[in-house]
C-alpha cells in the first residue's frame, strides 16, 4: 500500500523517485497500442513508482531494495517499443534509465556509453570524430541505446550492418544483477548475446560499448513507380549492389504514400514510393539503376538540409505504421522475413492474394550474412482469427512472422526458448523480479 511505498521511497534517499498516480501510469505504458489485440491486455497494467537512478551505485541500491522486499522490477527507456516490453504485468518498481545518460568515451570505431542517452544524441556526438550509428530505429530521436539493446532489432543501417543480434554489434555491456548480494559483471564478445533482446528480463543494463561506422555524406532520396513489384525488384537490385553505399531501403505500396502528408503532394496518386539514404558518391549509378526499373526521383535532399526538419527517416521502418493509423488508427501491422529469391516470388504472391487487406512495405536487410527483405506490411484489422490466418498464410509459405501481437519474448521471436537466456536468469535474478511475465521459458519453468 502507499504507506510502504513512502517507506520505500524513504530508504532510497537521494534516489529520485515519482509516485503521482496518473505519472506513473504514462511511465508504464509504451506504443503496444499499434496492436488491437495487445490494446487491452495491457492498457490499465501500471508501476507502482517510477525511480530514476543518477549512477551504477544507485541502479545497485534500488537493486538491493527489490531483492530485499521481493519487488518486481521493470527497466524502461524511452518507453517506444512496440509490443508492451516495458509494460510492468505485476505493478512494483520501474526503474526509469533516462536520467543515466553519460557517453563515457567515444574513440575511431566504439563508443561507449550509459543506457539512457538518446541514439540521435549520440550519433551527433559520434560524427564530430567522423563517425555514426551503425544502425537506428525510426525513432532514434527519442528512443534510447539500452532500449534499442533490450526491445529492438535493426533500423536504418541494417541494410549494410545487419541487425543488433548479429555478430559484432555489439562489444560488451555492463550488467546488474539481482542476486541476493546485486553486483555489477561485464559481458563481452559472445556473452553480450545473454542480455542482448532480453526484454531486461534477465539484467538491467548500466554501459554499453558500441561499435560505429565511418561517416558518409547521405543523401534522401523518394522515387516513384507505377508497378510494386517493379519498386520491390528496384530495392532488391539496389541492396545487391555491393558497389552502392547506402543506409536505408525501403518500399511502400499504393496507398502507403498518400499516408506520408509532407510529401504526399510530390508522390502521384496511386503510385509505390522507394524511401532511400544513399552516399552522395553512388547517386550517379544509383540513377541509372531507377531509369532501368521505370523509377522516377521525386524527392531529394542531403542529410545535412534534413538534419533539423523533416526527415524520410521519419517514414520509415515502424513510422510508416505510424503515419498509416494516424489516417486511419484501425489499421495495423505485422513483421515479417522473407526467404532470400532473386525474383521475390512470395511476396508477389502475397501482394496478389491479399490486395488491399495486407498493404505491402518492405525493408531490405541483411541478417546471417545474407540479404532479406523484411516486411512491415499494413493490416486492415478485422479480428484475431482473421489476423491468425493471415500469419499462417505467410508461415506456410515459407516466410517468418515476428509477431507484434504478442508482449511475450520468444512468441515476438523465434518461438523457440532461448536456453542461454533462460539460464542467465535463472542465475541472475533467481527470485523472477525483472520485468515478470515477459520470457516464456520462465514462466513455464520457474
Ligand atoms: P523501451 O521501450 O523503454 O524498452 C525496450 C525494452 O528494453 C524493454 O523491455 C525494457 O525493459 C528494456 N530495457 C530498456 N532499458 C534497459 C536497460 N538499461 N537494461 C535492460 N533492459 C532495458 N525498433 C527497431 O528495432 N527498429 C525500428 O526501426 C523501429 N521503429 C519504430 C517506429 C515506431 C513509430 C515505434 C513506436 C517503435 C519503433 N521501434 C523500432 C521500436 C522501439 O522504438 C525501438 O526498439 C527503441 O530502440 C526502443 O528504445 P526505448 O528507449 O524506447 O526502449
Given at each position: 500500500d502507499q504507506h510502504n511505498w513512502d517507506d520505500f521511497c524513504a530508504m532510497l534517499g537521494e534516489i529520485e523517485t515519482i509516485s503521482d498516480r496518473s505519472q506513473v501510469a504514462k511511465l508504464s505504458q509504451d506504443y503496444y497500442h499499434f496492436s488491437p489485440i495487445l490494446k487491452p491486455l495491457l492498457q490499465d497494467k501500471t508501476g507502482d513508482i517510477v525511480v530514476l537512478p543518477r549512477s551504477e551505485s544507485e541502479v545497485l541500491k534500488v537493486a538491493k531494495l527489490c531483492v530485499d522486499y521481493q519487488i518486481p522490477l521493470t527497466v524502461r527507456g524511452a518507453g517506444t517499443g512496440n509490443y508492451g516490453q516495458c509494460v510492468p504485468?505485476?505493478?512494483?518498481?520501474?526503474?526509469?534509465?533516462?536520467?543515466?545518460?553519460?557517453?563515457?568515451?567515444?574513440?575511431?570505431?566504439?563508443?561507449?556509453?550509459?543506457?539512457?542517452?538518446?541514439?540521435?544524441?549520440?550519433?551527433?556526438?559520434?560524427?564530430?570524430?567522423?563517425?555514426?550509428?551503425?544502425?537506428?530505429?525510426?525513432?532514434?530521436?527519442?528512443?534510447?541505446?539500452?532500449?534499442?539493446?533490450?526491445?529492438?532489432?535493426g533500423g536504418i543501417g541494417s541494410i549494410t550492418y545487419g541487425q543488433l543480434r548479429d555478430n559484432g554489434n555489439l562489444h560488451a555491456v555492463r550488467v546488474v544483477t539481482l542476486e541476493a548480494e546485486p553486483r555489477i559483471i561485464e559481458l563481452r564478445g559472445d556473452a553480450v548475446q545473454n542480455i542482448n533482446h532480453a526484454y531486461g528480463t534477465n539484467g538491467i543494463i548500466t554501459q554499453l560499448e558500441i561499435p560505429l561506422a565511418p561517416v558518409y555524406p547521405w543523401v534522401e532520396l523518394i522515387v516513384t513507380f507505377n508497378e510494386f513489384m517493379n519498386a520491390a525488384k528496384f530495392g532488391q537490385a539496389l541492396s545487391q549492389s555491393d558497389g552502392m553505399i547506402k543506409k536505408l531501403v525501403s518500399i511502400c505500396a499504393a496507398p502507403i504514400p498518400s499516408y506520408f502528408i509532407p510529401f504526399r503532394e510530390m508522390i502521384p496518386s496511386g503510385e509505390q514510393a522507394a524511401l532511400l539514404m544513399v552516399a552522395e558518391t553512388s547517386?550517379?549509378?544509383?540513377?541509372?539503376?531507377?531509369?532501368?526499373?521505370?523509377?522516377?526521383?521525386?524527392?531529394?535532399?542531403?542529410?545535412?538540409?534534413?538534419?533539423?526538419?523533416?526527415?524520410?527517416?521519419?517514414?520509415?521502418?515502424?513510422?510508416?505504421?505510424?503515419?498509416?493509423?494516424?489516417?486511419?488508427?484501425?489499421l495495423t501491422y505485422l513483421q515479417t522475413l522473407f526467404p532470400a529469391d532473386p525474383e521475390l516470388k512470395l511476396i508477389q504472391e502475397c501482394y496478389d492474394y491479399f490486395g488491399d487487406e495486407v498493404i505491402q512495405h518492405l525493408e531490405f536487410l541483411r541478417t546471417g550474412g545474407n540479404l532479406h527483405p523484411a516486411g512491415l506490411p499494413i493490416v486492415r484489422f478485422t479480428n484475431e482469427a482473421r489476423l491468425n490466418e493471415i500469419?499462417?498464410?505467410?508461415?506456410?509459405?515459407?516466410?517468418?512472422?515476428?509477431?507484434?501481437?504478442?508482449?511475450?519474448?520468444e512468441d515476438g521471436g523465434m518461438k523457440k526458448v532461448d536456453l542461454q537466456q533462460l539460464n542467465f536468469k535463472r542465475k541472475y535474478d533467481p527470485l523472477g523480479l525483472l520485468n515478470p511475465g515477459k520470457m516464456r521459458g520462465w514462466v513455464d519453468n520457474g
Open positions: 504485468l505485476k505493478g512494483g518498481v520501474i526503474l526509469d534509465m533516462s536520467k543515466m545518460n553519460n557517453i563515457v568515451w567515444i574513440k575511431p570505431g566504439c563508443a561507449c556509453v550509459e543506457p539512457g542517452v538518446k541514439l540521435a544524441a549520440l550519433d551527433k556526438k559520434t560524427r564530430e570524430i567522423g563517425w555514426e550509428l551503425r544502425m537506428f530505429p525510426s525513432t532514434y530521436r527519442t528512443a534510447t541505446i539500452g532500449g534499442f539493446i533490450g526491445g529492438g532489432s547517386l550517379e549509378p544509383l540513377q541509372e539503376l531507377i531509369k532501368n526499373f521505370q523509377g522516377k526521383i521525386c524527392y531529394q535532399k542531403s542529410t545535412q538540409e534534413t538534419v533539423k526538419g523533416t526527415t524520410i527517416i521519419e517514414f520509415t521502418w515502424n513510422h510508416t505504421t505510424l503515419h498509416a493509423r494516424s489516417i486511419d488508427p484501425s500469419i499462417q498464410y505467410h508461415e506456410d509459405r515459407g516466410a517468418i512472422i515476428f509477431n507484434p501481437h504478442t508482449y511475450i519474448l
